[in-house]
């Protein structure tokens, strides 16, 4: 969340999607979500999208091995060998130094 809110001027650039295998439907993701918004979350919700994978198909195939794990995908769906949430901020970075308040133009 912090990330998504740290470079909301640059979403036109990136895209959040959380894969959560604990659940089988949208519903049950709901139940499970409530305590942890109320606890770590000041009772918000997520800001990206979730995506349910209850029979852990995307981490099969993804090589996902551990909860958080960030991946980073170019617009064809492939991974970025050392992406993540690091590498997605450095290219951000070196697009627009300052995401706080403008983009790359300003």
């Known amino acids: 969340m912090a990330f998504y809110e740290k470079y909301k001027d640059l979403r036109g650039r990136f895209e959040i999607l959380a894969i959560h295998i604990g659940a089988k439907t949208l519903t049950e993701l709901d139940e499970k979500l409530k305590p942890i918004s109320e606890q770590h979350w000041q009772g918000r919700t997520l800001p990206f999208p979730v995506l349910v994978d209850g029979a852990g198909k995307t981490a099969k195939a ?33 697009a627009a130094p300052t995401p706080q308040g403008g983009s790359a133009r300003d």
């Open 62 to 94: 993804y090589g996902i091995w551990g909860i958080p794990f960030d991946l980073l995908l170019d617009p064809e769906g492939h991974i970025v060998k050392g992406g993540g949430l690091k590498l997605l901020e450095k290219c951000l970075q070196e």
